[in-house]
């Protein structure tokens, strides 16, 4: 049977003592414990996940705490139910008070002679390694300022590495591939009801998937909370995309650059604690309005801008979204 998670912890055993008293043993299929996103903005900051096994919260003094694991996983989307492992992740993570440095190493033999379910050379000049490191701030005010909450993280990632988002899911990518990442959000109350989370997402990589290639995007993002009473609450966001893409031909794409808008309101009900940015569960209707440039529809013919019945010009959406937390 495929699952998304399956897994086992051992944690607080009483013969574990110095720096691993507290620590906590797993083996399985999961996605680790100590992944982050904006969640508003649905993009992950980092995402590591597959099958293996490690240890939690390794304690050298009270300040300093380390993870250490080994994942292997496929290629793609860790939901695949191929069932083979096509890369393996070592990853030490560690946690310097509010500071946080990761740092992964990832092998993929053979990964230049791997064929698809027809025999045919997938990439032939695709990286077998990488390195991927995250240097992380996660605090408990909105930047040191004021009440609230922030994060913010630095990435660089190499050769398979280079995605630096989904640890080790990318298996075009080449040896010389290489990719640095911007993420930083924060959540503060405004007054009483009102509540702001403003977030940045950037990224810039180059000779990716072909030599000289180059991807460079820049997303802000804003999302205010209204609220009505304890249960009910109005959402108003915003968010603005810059791309400067440039594949040099890779799988028929081409180069474009230009601007995407998108507007959404949302009355939104919970349970409580209605000014939380993460609280759920919660049901939200919405409307969203979007638009690009005309130039994005000319990308690729398999993306999603310039398909048939969502082109640039202006699209609307409405709908209904529950969330919660497993």
Sequence with gaps: ???????????NLPTFEGA????????????????????????DVVFLAGTGGGIYDVK?????RSNFSLYGRNFGDIDDSSNSVQNYILSMNNFIGPVQVMVSGMRAKDNDERKDTNGNLVKGDAANTGVHTLLGLHNDSFYGLREGSSKTALLYGHGLGA???GLGSDGALRPGANTWRFASYGTTPLSKNWFIAPAVLAQSSKDRYVDGDSYQWATLNM???????????????GSYQYMDLK?????????????????????????G?????????????????????????????????????????GEWSFGMQMETWF
């Design 1 to 11: 049977m495929n699952v998304r998670q399956a897994f086992v912890e051992l944690g």
């Design 163 to 165: 995605e630096v988002k």
């Design 247 to 271: 594949p040099e031909g890779y799988n028929d794409r081409h180069a474009v650059n230009g601007s995407f808008y998108k507007l959404t309101f949302a009355p939104t009900f919970k349970v």
């Design 60 to 64: 050298w003094n009270d300040s300093l």
């Design 223 to 237: 999302r205010l909370i209204q609220e009505i009473n304890q249960n009910f609450a109005l959402a108003y966001e």
């Design 273 to 313: 604690s209605i000014g939380d940015f993460f609280s759920r569960p919660e049901i939200r209707l919405y409307t969203s309005w979007m638009d690009w440039s005309k130039k994005l529809d000319n990308y690729a013919s398999d993306d999603a801008l310039g398909s048939s019945g969502f082109k640039s010009g």
């Design 20 to 43: 691993f008293k507290g620590s906590t043993l797993w083996a399985g299929k999961r996605f680790d414990r100590d992944n982050f996103d904006i969640h508003w903005v649905d993009s």
